[in-house]
């Protein structure tokens, strides 16, 4: 029963076929067909195609209901343990918008709906969802992972061509603009610059100033700025940042557009860097191995937990043993269908889950029960300088298979 003609009732246009029940939300016969159709697009772009497409599809696919269950039940398990990933949220929005270069949020929304296909808000909690499994990962997973110093220390003994950098340095900005304005109020301006390089080297959060402050189009990033190379700054500015250690904070720097405020984050020195700064990346990679039976593990003690339904025909790859989630009599489920409409906005919302009519009795669906959704080819110059190409909205928002998830945000 995954389609019910527009005869049966005139409220009811196209339902979609609910293929499991995890904790109260559902997965959808057309999210798993969305999610083979992104991965055919993926692996497209890889280059692959024919018999080895298709073999390549079939492989992935035969986990993809699993993979759907997976992120549910980390994401639920995120909100048991009352983990915020709001700011990070906010922060991998405002870097692809700063990298699109359109200021404009309703044009950005706009711009992402044409690159991915589905509305902003999709797209946003696609990512939410994506940095929450990450940190239930790390926090359940990789922090009880323990590895040896001296595993590190031959690791990267044997590896140190792999540790090699250019130099660069990572920055955060505030700007406080000029544009327009008369003589005095650029004198204004310029003593705010001042009284906000005071208050950063008291110990002030120089992001959150950024946010508060800044008249640049990163203020929505928290003042980030991409890595620069020698050669990519102005000369007054890469004297003084190339020189000094993280945490220094200019002057202000005048320049056309106003008075610009910089922070050192990071520097790294070019030739081989030190073990001390790549410590946690070795750890990381070491840790691999154990993680993903780790995971793996968290994840059949969640589905041992969990109020789990599959539809005859589906197959979970990652079911617990002995676990019972057989569909059970169609004739006491409730609901087997919901509407096209409530599956679009159920990782907004509250969603309501519809019985299918029977025809002769009623015309009207009948709401039984709700349930909530689981929550460098060219760097710019800093001050408004040209930004970089857009960024891939679709690969920014990819939701990896938990299990080889990276649970570590990278490094700004």
Known sequence: MALVSIGLAADVRIVEEIVAKVNGDIITKGELDRARQELDAQLRQKGLSGPDLDTAVKQQVADGLRDQIDTLLLVQHGKDLNINVDGEVTKRLAQLQLESKIADPDKFHDY??????????DFKQKIKDQILTQRVIGQEVMSRISTPHSEVEKYYEEHKKDFVREEQ??????????????????????????????????????????????????????????????????????????????????DPVRLPNGFEILKVEERYEAGQAPLADVENEIMEKLSMPQMQPKVRELLTKLREDAFLEIRAGYVDSGAAPNKDTAWKDPAQLKPETTTKEEVASHKRKKRLLWVMPIPGTSTTPKKVETAKRPGDSSTPAAGGADRPAPADPQSAAANPAPASGNPTPAKP
């Open 169 to 250: 340095v990572f920055l955060s900005e505030i700007l406080i603009s000029t544009e327009g304005k008369t003589a005095d109020q650029t004198a204004q301006a310029e003593k705010r610059a001042k009284d906000l390089v005071a208050r950063a080297r008291k110990g002030e959060k120089f992001g959150e100033m950024a946010r508060q402050y800044s008249d640049a189009e990163t203020r929505d990033n928290f003042g980030q700025l991409p890595p620069y190379k020698r050669g990519q700054l102005k000369k007054e500015i890469e004297d003084v940042v190339f020189k000094e250690k993280r945490g220094y904070v200019t």
């Open 112 to 121: 992402i709906r044409e690159q991915t296909g589905v509305p902003f808000e």
